[in-house]
């Protein structure tokens, strides 16, 4: 979108022949320049605010992953794959293998 050319961009860029043409070039020239001002103004309000709303979605995030977290341990819950990763990245041990798991021999196969 920020690729399409506007009427001032399109124009001969030929130098004017006369003061009546660089008058007129002058004055598309300082009206390209304060649209150009106006958008970066409006981009730069919408950095902000998007920025904003980003840190407010990625607090909540961390605030219901660490409910989430505390409700699992107060209930017993096995860890899920999101916090086994994350107990693997951080180099701390993760869960081994309990007792009952079968293992690949324990399995018969009747064909």
């Known amino acids: 979108m920020r690729d399409i050319r506007t009427a001032q961009n399109l124009l001969n860029r030929s130098k ?37 709303r980003l840190h407010g979605v990625l607090k909540q995030l961390s605030d219901l992953e660490s409910l989430s977290d505390e409700l ?10 999101k916090q086994l990763r994350k107990l693997a990245q951080s180099g701390l041990p993760s869960r081994k293998r309990a007792s009952h798991d079968p293992s690949p021999a324990d399995f018969t196969f009747e064909y």
């Open 16 to 52: 004017p022949s006369g003061r009546a043409q660089a008058v007129t070039q002058l004055a598309r020239l300082e009206h390209e320049r304060m649209r150009l001002e106006r958008e970066m103004k409006l981009w730069a309000q919408k950095y902000t605010q998007t920025k904003n």
């Open 72 to 81: 699992a341990a107060r209930e017993g819950l096995t860890p899920t794959n």
